[in-house]
């Protein structure tokens, strides 16, 4: 095949598909329990320098109890993918991020991202590398298929490619050009569900964005949950499982863990609160100030909630549209 | 209440309202954060009540019950056909089941290529902006594009900064010699000024329309680069008072945009 463009942004990291496959030979498939803390799971499953991905759309199902562990027990020089917004944001503005994978790093209707801009341009952010958001989704599609590469027919003719580490080739079935985007293996993925069970058996409601194709691009999954329920609610209706047991290390019970952003069905979005960081991350001292009230200056997601206030949180819940949010089965 | 301002609508409004009226009944849309989510909402509740919105996070088909603010949110898939996921909609597109796609941009140049990742140089950016998101996904798939954009001479330029969604590229035959798929490409411009479309041959910008009260030259002088010029170029009439009224009292009611 020849080989007609290549992106010149870094390829951070390597497809190596077979390495995958050893890795993932190694999981454990028992059903075992993996119900744990935060603070155990983050402690355990996330390292210095590794490659970490979040599941989300803007700030809708957002991992941030996993993400505000991740700053609290400061893992740093982390390589990061996004699709970012409120999350990302976070982690860069404690400066826990060393290279990133990009689609979108913005605050959506907020405008640019200031900790980016600040992490970017001081170089602490060594490495950015441009996808359109089809090719990172395609990427982790990749892996979770077991191959090293797939073709897509996004990015061709433009910049985003030039700056990315895809490259067009001439097919050797059609001989058109077409685009393609290597496996994306991560070390990490942090997803925040609807419900999962105590072995890791994952359910999503509404969208489901990337969740499916991320999950199963990961060496490790930690799972937050809504709500923790019996697996019997699993097995009544097994079409719902998005995320299987055997692709998660760890679960983690977590109401609200998605504050300030929302979870569908659940709670909306806090408005003020992402108002309130929106102006916070202007600057390095108010950025400071607000990791130390609302990370450092609590020691879990449970004591954060409290912070936030119960009243607040309850108000979010009452607000969200009413579409019946019965458990599906018992 | 924010006001309107003295002629009776904002600028915001006009754009929200001429989008509206490009999207046709029974007819698949991609629709992006902001403007086009309002414009869809108009045209729902006006000539287009089974206009199928496809957002990139999953969200088909969607019956607006309040404003969708974010293209994750649950007014997305609000009595929708399908909530599916960011794969299903992208791979749709890529198999041209998705006619029209909304989008904007910082910059546009005359081939209706879109800058949303830099202003200035790439390692060096005076602007960083937040990249591509779907928007190159929807500039390479779609059947065709409409960009919704503020025009001015600083986002109207010959040559923009980045590259970030393909329009017609360096010109005719460019799509098809990238390796995108034949017959796609930008199809209008909406701005608060006109209403453009592309020369059939040139595949340049071409000025169809122009907005309530703008002359053809006001177009041109806030245009950084050479307008093709229709034969005959209408003027677009401006939003109706039911237009309006739908917008301020229904799509917008707490005025989160307008």
Same mark, same amino acid.
Request: hydrophobic share 40%.
């Given at each position: 095949?020849?080989?007609i463009?290549?992106g010149?942004?870094q390829?951070i990291?390597?497809?190596?598909?077979?390495a995958?496959?050893?890795?993932?030979?190694?999981?454990?498939?028992?059903?075992i329990?993996k119900r744990m803390t935060?603070?155990?799971a983050?402690d355990?499953f996330?390292h210095?320098g590794?490659?970490?991905?979040?599941?989300?759309?803007?700030?809708v199902?957002?991992?941030m109890s996993?993400?505000?562990e991740v700053?609290?027990?400061?893992?740093?020089?982390?390589?990061?993918?996004g699709?970012g917004?409120?999350?990302?944001d976070?982690l860069?503005?404690?400066?826990?991020?060393?290279?990133?994978?990009?689609t979108?790093?913005g605050?959506?209707? #907020?405008? /640019?991202?200031? &900790?980016?801009r600040?992490?970017?341009?001081s170089g602490?952010? *060594?490495t =950015?590398v441009e996808?359109?958001?089809?090719?990172l989704?395609?990427r982790f599609k990749a892996?979770?298929m077991?191959?090293?590469f797939?073709p897509?027919r996004?990015?061709?003719?433009t910049?985003?490619l030039?700056?990315?580490?895809?490259?067009?080739?001439e097919?050797p079935f059609?001989g058109?050009p077409i685009?393609l985007?290597?496996a994306l293996?991560?070390?990490?993925?942090?997803?925040?569900?609807h419900?999962?069970d105590?072995?890791g058996?994952?359910?999503i409601?509404g969208?489901?964005?990337?969740?499916?194709?991320?999950a199963?691009?990961c060496k490790?999954v930690?799972?937050?949950a809504?709500?923790?329920?019996?697996?019997?609610?699993i097995?009544?209706?097994p079409?719902?499982?998005?995320?299987?047991? #055997?692709? /998660?290390?760890a &679960?983690?019970?977590?109401?609200?863990?998605s504050?300030?952003? *929302?979870? =569908?069905?659940?709670?909306?979005?806090?408005?003020?609160?992402?108002?309130?960081?929106?102006?916070?991350?202007q600057?390095?001292?108010t950025?400071q100030?607000?990791?130390?009230?609302?990370i450092?200056?609590?020691k879990n997601?449970?004591?954060?909630?409290?912070?936030v206030?119960w009243?607040?949180?309850?108000?979010?819940?009452?607000?969200?549209?009413?579409?019946?949010?019965?458990?599906?089965?018992? | 209440?924010?006001n309107p301002?003295?002629d009776?609508?904002?600028?915001?409004?006009?754009?929200?309202?001429?989008?509206?009226?490009m999207m046709t009944?029974?007819?698949?849309?991609?629709?992006?954060t902001g403007i086009p989510?309002?414009?869809?909402?108009?045209?729902?509740r006006?000539h287009?009540?089974?206009?199928?919105t496809?957002?990139?996070?999953?969200?088909?088909?969607?019956?607006f019950k309040?404003?969708?603010?974010?293209?994750g949110?649950?007014s997305?898939?609000?009595?929708a056909i399908?909530a599916?996921?960011?794969c299903e909609?992208?791979?749709?597109?890529?198999?041209?089941f998705?006619?029209?796609?909304f989008?904007g941009?910082?910059?546009?140049d005359p081939y209706?290529?879109?800058?949303?990742?830099v202003i200035?140089?790439?390692y060096?950016?005076?602007?960083?902006?937040?990249?591509?998101?779907?928007?190159?996904d929807v500039g390479?798939?779609?059947w065709?594009?409409?960009?919704i954009?503020r025009?001015?001479r600083?986002?109207?330029?010959e040559k923009?900064d980045?590259?970030?969604?393909?329009?017609?590229?360096?010109g005719?035959?460019?799509?098809?010699?990238a390796?995108?798929?034949?017959?796609?490409?930008?199809?209008?411009?909406v701005?608060n000024?006109?209403?453009?479309g592309y020369?059939p041959?040139?595949?340049r910008m071409?000025?169809?329309?122009?907005?309530?009260?703008v002359t053809?030259e006001?177009?041109?002088?806030?245009?950084g680069?050479?307008l093709e010029?229709?034969?005959?170029?209408s003027?677009?009439?401006?939003?109706?008072?039911e237009e309006?009224?739908?917008l301020?009292?229904?799509?917008?009611k707490?005025?989160?945009?307008?």
């Open positions: 095949m020849e080989v463009q290549s010149i942004g390829l990291q390597k497809p190596d598909l077979n995958f496959r050893e890795w993932n030979r190694q999981k454990p498939k028992a059903l329990d935060e603070a155990e983050i355990r996330v210095d590794d490659y970490i991905g979040t599941e989300l759309y803007g700030t199902r957002c991992p996993l993400v505000n700053v609290r027990q400061g893992k740093k020089d982390l390589r990061v993918v699709q917004v409120y999350e990302t976070i860069l503005a404690a400066s826990l991020v060393k290279g990133m994978d990009i979108y790093i605050l959506e209707v #907020y405008g /640019v991202s200031n &900790v980016f600040r992490e970017v341009e602490r952010v *060594e =950015c996808w359109s958001n089809a090719a989704a395609a892996t979770a077991g191959v090293p797939i897509i996004s990015m061709l003719g910049d985003t030039k700056y990315s580490a895809a490259k067009v080739v097919c059609t058109y685009c985007v290597p293996i991560l070390d990490v993925g942090l997803i925040h569900v419900r999962a105590k072995f058996n994952a359910q409601d969208i489901s964005g990337f969740a499916a194709e991320m199963r691009a490790r930690i799972i937050s809504e709500d923790i329920i019996d697996t019997e609610v097995r009544c209706h079409d719902r499982t998005i995320i299987p047991y #055997y692709l /998660v290390d &679960v983690v019970y977590a109401p609200f863990a504050h300030p952003g *929302e979870m =569908c069905y659940v709670h909306v979005r806090d408005e003020e609160h992402i108002k309130q960081w929106v102006e916070a991350s600057e390095p001292a950025t100030a607000y990791l130390d009230k609302y450092y200056g609590v997601h449970r004591e954060y909630l409290e912070l206030g009243e607040r949180l309850e108000r979010l819940k009452a607000m969200a549209q009413g579409v019946d949010n019965e458990q599906p089965c018992i | 209440m924010n301002v003295s009776g609508y904002s600028p915001t409004e006009l754009l929200v309202c001429t989008a509206a009226r009944d029974n007819t698949t849309a991609f629709i992006g989510m309002l414009a869809a909402s108009l045209a729902q006006m287009a009540p089974n206009l199928v496809i957002f990139e996070f999953g969200g088909t088909g969607a019956i309040t404003l969708p603010i974010a293209v949110g649950e997305t898939f609000h009595r399908a599916a996921g960011l909609v992208m791979e749709a597109a890529q198999r041209d998705i006619e029209y796609g989008i941009g910082a910059q546009i209706g290529n879109l800058n949303s990742t200035g140089e790439y060096h950016p005076k602007v960083r902006l937040p990249g591509s998101g779907g928007g190159n390479s798939s779609c065709q594009t409409i960009a954009m025009h001015d600083r986002r109207f330029l923009i980045f590259v970030t969604t393909p329009g017609y590229l360096s005719p035959g460019a799509r098809e010699a390796g995108l798929p034949p017959g796609t490409g930008p199809y209008r411009v701005t000024l006109a209403v453009l020369h041959q040139s595949k071409l000025l169809l329309a122009t907005q309530p009260g053809v006001q177009v041109v002088e806030n245009t680069f050479e010029l229709a034969d005959e170029i003027a677009n009439p401006p939003p109706s008072a309006l009224h739908i301020r009292t229904e799509v917008d707490d005025r989160l945009y307008i």
